[in-house]
């Protein structure tokens, strides 16, 4: 994996443990993001996946290990967590400096499409638009890294893609590197550069999404659906 | 063919509707409702005609009883006309008595209810962040909070005499524990998830709260405020009876001595008009300060 690099490294964790009470979640896990690069993270559900993101984000304490990262680290969750009592602007620009805040929060809003709309509530936004401000609110602060916990997981079908869509754009201009946990295999090969599978713990498998799809996506989705103890019968005709 | 489609869309707007993620955030955004009032709109009664229907009602009841009154069918030793009331209204006011008994009541109300909302917020607040203040605290508020406030009133009158002080602590005590109760929930019922954005966009301590915190406990305090204002109306009837020199409590007891009914009617009312104000009030502060809610703020928005 090399040394931590603050240039080209995103985040760099080593020997990373994490247990509740006997149960060992987290077993001496290594991984490494680049900067700007797409990383999607795929497992069964109690493997972990969420358990990590918490202990990148710093929520949860580690019990071993380190991790190194650059810059800031943002976070979009499942949920919007919106606070539905401040205009939009002031949740995107929650913990900066107030006058600079306001101006980097307009121009936030208005790459994640909702421009003018700085002093609406979030109760008046849809689910999709609520999330795209949650998005903002994370982007606005430049991070290092962002972490996604299934933000896309509760929007309808549509409005996912359209955020797939969005996310790549973002992430393409913005350049932090990007952890995204999802179930979703389709989701994962869609919009990430590198899929990695957890199990018992510790990344079990990193796949190169470009290299993977050469002969075109059936392949990969059938071998990761593989991994996470789905077996399709055709799934080389998907 | 056209109606086909427009119901199957509107199923697939339900789907995706009942997809979208509700789940609680912050206590108010659970509420969330994309028709917040179960009214039905009436094509054909206007929003102003509602508005007549709604004092018709009044209107006639007050018309019969004056009716009933002159034809002497209600004494006047049991119940004034409504004219005998407006015109010993009138006559008060000319000589600057009502205004003093009213002044000196309000006067009252609002000393109580400042000091009994300061004092509930505080210990709220105080109890809502701190486990150890809960400890030293909540227990001895919750026991006293069980005694009903009237039973004090022999004690009150020892501690206080009957002096203004007296009436004073019976409204701060009726008003403290309502803010109290509501002002501490709120304070615990902040969703932990948005705790956890707070960390991760690194917010300070006083940010947390101001925020976060106690924006989110607001719609419960101001439940609080609104019941506090019923209990101190009470609680301010009450302590005005107890030998008042002056106050709308002065001028019941002055009038059943010579069975005034007009003035008693006209105490009524005033009491009436101190609800109702106390209404506006809340009404006011939840506009200003759940602005952001569907459910309260101005107009449609």
Redesign the interface.
């Known amino acids: 994996m090399g040394e931590f690099s603050p240039n080209s490294h995103a985040v760099v964790v080593r020997g990373l443990r994490r247990q509740y009470g006997e149960r060992v979640v987290i077993d001496g896990l290594d991984l490494a993001i680049g900067t700007g690069e797409f990383v999607a993270l795929l497992g069964e559900s109690g493997c972990g996946k969420t358990t990590l993101l918490r202990a990148l984000?710093?929520?949860d304490e580690a019990d071993d290990g380190t991790i190194e990262s650059t810059g800031?680290?943002?976070?979009v969750?499942?949920?919007?967590?919106?606070?539905?009592?401040?205009?939009l602007w002031?949740n995107v620009a929650?913990?900066m400096n107030t006058a600079t805040g306001r101006v980097l929060a307009q121009n936030a809003l208005g790459e994640v499409g909702l421009a003018g709309r700085e002093n609406d509530?979030?109760?008046?936004l849809?689910?999709g638009q609520?999330?795209r401000v949650a998005l903002a609110?994370a982007l606005v602060?430049e991070p290092g890294l962002l972490l996604l916990d299934e933000p896309f997981a509760?929007?309808?079908a549509l409005?996912r893609i359209k955020m797939h869509v969005l996310i790549r754009e973002l992430v393409a201009r913005h350049h932090p590197g990007v952890l995204l946990v999802t179930h979703d295999v389709d989701e994962a090969i869609a919009i990430a550069d590198r899929i990695l599978v957890m199990r018992s713990g510790k990344i079990a498998i990193s796949l190169d999404v470009a290299r993977e799809t050469e002969a075109g996506r059936g392949p990969l989705r059938a071998r990761l659906l593989h991994e996470l103890g789905v077996d399709v019968p055709d799934a080389a005709h998907v | 063919m056209k109606t086909t489609g427009t119901l199957a869309a509107g199923a697939f707007n339900d789907l995706a509707e009942a997809e979208a993620p509700s789940a609680p955030q912050g206590t108010a955004a659970a509420r969330k409702s994309r028709h917040p009032a179960p009214c039905t709109r009436n094509k054909v009664l206007g929003e102003r005609a509602f508005f007549l229907i709604s004092w018709l009602v009044p209107i006639t009841v007050v018309a019969a009883w004056e009716f009933l009154s002159r034809l002497g069918y209600i004494a006047p030793q049991i119940l004034s006309a409504p004219s005998v009331v407006a015109r010993t209204t009138w006559e008060l006011a000319q000589d600057g008595d009502l205004f003093i008994h009213l002044g000196a009541s309000l006067l009252r109300a609002l000393a109580g209810f400042i000091l009994g909302s300061a004092l509930g917020f505080s210990l709220g607040v105080l109890v809502g962040f701190s486990r150890l203040a809960e400890a030293v605290l909540d227990r001895s508020l919750q026991m006293v909070r069980a005694i009903p406030f009237l039973a004090l009133l022999p004690l009150v009158i020892i501690w206080f005499g009957v002096d203004e002080g007296g009436r004073i602590f019976l409204v701060t005590l009726a008003v403290v524990f309502p803010i109290y109760i509501n002002t501490m929930l709120g304070i615990r019922q902040v969703d932990p998830k948005l705790l956890e954005v707070a960390k991760v966009t690194g917010l300070s301590v006083w940010g947390k709260i101001s925020r976060i915190i106690l924006p989110g406990a607001m719609p419960s305090i101001l439940t609080g405020v609104r019941y506090a204002l019923g209990t101190a109306c009470m609680a301010l009837v009450i302590a005005e009876l107890i030998a008042a020199d002056k106050g709308i409590g002065f001028l019941v007891m002055d009038a059943r001595e010579f069975l005034k009914t007009d003035v008693i009617v006209l105490t009524l009312i005033i009491y009436a008009a101190f609800g109702a104000l106390g209404d506006s009030l809340a009404r006011w502060l939840e506009r200003r300060l759940l602005a952001w809610h569907p459910n309260y703020a101005k107009g449609k928005r």
């Open positions: 984000a710093g929520l800031e680290i943002a976070v969750f499942q949920e919007h967590r919106l606070m539905a009592w401040l205009p002031e929650l913990g509530w979030p109760l008046n849809s689910g609520a999330q609110r602060r509760a929007l309808d409005t």
